[in-house]
């Protein structure tokens, strides 16, 4: 009697076996499915410690490091672009029409500056996109050259080319400038060409003669004379961004100023794959433009700038003749470029009016 139960009891447990495995499989289909509908190669996922949040990119217009680069070639076939000299006057025209062409509001904004010894007048050259439009991005980079080569080992005394310092970052700008027309970002964009920036006092100057402010006298200038009522979000400034193998650490001043606009970009970086290039070296203070934008006009304003944390130097050919087109490598400025069109075209509007 005991036997035939258990025989009973184990026949009834593998009907509701086969009962659950033909349950089973009729559900497997509508997990599958249910799964994959949140399926997508596009969101980037970011994850911490209770939640994972899925937040998805809006893709802007192509940039084109060709055209970049042929920017670049431009402003440096002019030669150099030292204030007062037939090169620096014929770059400026080239880029007021050029901003010009691309249906910006241009300005010129000119003003008279002590550069070392010698009396200039300096051109400040601004394109807006969409004037009419209260939130506004700031991006920026000078477009002066160096008029000495007081790093170089030979002929230090005469003006660099300026390829990378000063020809890169503005060849950068100037494609921004040319593909925002493809697609309205839906917010104002501001380009912002400032002069006089790489002239300061010569590395041989005795340290008892140093003087202070004799670097960026373009951006010094316009930060006390910016439009009236001009406040835009905040500002990104390119300094030396066109270098093959270029790294662009989390610099000190950008970080006493607006670190917060510093993790935005940064990140933003490391999610396009970019962080091999935006490493997260912190790096002294350094004096560049962005320094009188945030202390002077008070705009949160942030610095893209090659410097290597482990030589603790600038690029290679920092003032120095090297700086030429060889020194300009396409891919570096496609990184900085498409890091770019991912901030402005991810930039959530303001919630005030």
Same mark, same amino acid.
């Given at each position: 009697m005991l036997f035939a139960s258990c025989l009973l009891l184990l026949n009834f447990q593998l009907q509701q076996i086969q009962k659950m495995k033909y349950l089973s499989l009729l559900i497997l289909p509508f997990v599958l499915l249910l799964g994959c509908s949140s399926c997508n190669d596009d969101p980037v996922v970011k994850t911490d410690s209770t939640e994972t949040v899925k937040t998805f990119r809006v893709k802007g217009p192509a940039f084109s490091s060709d055209s970049a680069y042929g920017f670049i070639k431009t402003q440096v076939d002019f030669g150099p672009r030292v204030p007062g000299t037939p090169g620096h006057e014929k770059c400026a025209a080239y880029l007021e029409e050029k901003l010009k062409s691309y249906g910006l509001t241009v300005t010129v904004q000119e003003g008279d500056a002590m550069m070392l010894d010698r009396k200039i007048r300096i051109k400040n050259i601004m394109g807006a996109y969409k004037p009419e439009r209260k939130d506004r991005i700031l991006l920026l980079a000078h477009w002066d050259t160096r008029m000495f080569a007081d790093r170089d080992s030979t002929n230090k005394d005469k003006p660099i080319d300026g390829a990378n310092d000063g020809?890169?970052?503005?060849?950068?700008?100037?494609?921004?400038?040319?593909?925002?027309?493809?697609?309205?970002?839906?917010?104002?964009? #501001?380009?912002?060409?400032?002069?006089?920036?790489?002239?300061?006092?010569?590395?041989?100057?005795?340290? &008892?003669?140093?003087? !202070?402010?004799?670097?960026?006298?373009?951006?010094?200038?316009w930060a006390t004379h910016k439009p009236a009522g001009?406040?835009?979000?905040?500002?990104?400034?390119?300094?030396?961004?066109?270098?093959?193998?270029?790294?662009?650490?989390?610099?000190?001043?950008?970080?006493?100023?607006?670190?917060?606009?510093? #993790?935005?970009v940064w990140t933003a970086a490391a999610q396009l794959g970019y962080?091999?290039?935006?490493?997260? &070296?912190?790096?002294? !203070?350094?004096?560049d433009d962005h320094l009188y934008i945030n202390g002077v006009a008070g705009i949160p304003c942030i610095d893209i700038v090659h410097y290597d944390p482990i030589a603790r130097d600038y690029m290679p050919c920092h003032h120095r003749h090297c700086d030429n087109m060889d020194n300009i490598d396409k891919n570096t400025l496609r990184i900085v470029g498409e890091l770019l069109v991912d901030i402005i075209y991810n930039e959530m509007p303001s919630q005030t009016p």
């Open positions: 020809g890169s970052g503005v060849g950068v700008l100037l494609e921004m400038a040319r593909i925002i027309r493809e697609k309205d970002p839906n917010l104002g964009i #501001d380009f912002l060409f400032v002069d006089a920036e790489d002239n300061g006092q010569h590395i041989d100057t005795p340290e &008892d003669q140093r003087k !202070e402010d004799t670097w960026c006298l373009g951006t010094q200038y001009y406040a835009p979000k905040y500002g990104i400034l390119l300094d030396m961004v066109g270098a093959k193998n270029a790294v662009f650490p989390r610099e000190g001043t950008s970080l006493t100023y607006a670190s917060w606009l510093v #993790d935005k962080g091999s290039t935006f490493v997260n &070296d912190r790096t002294g !203070e350094t004096t």
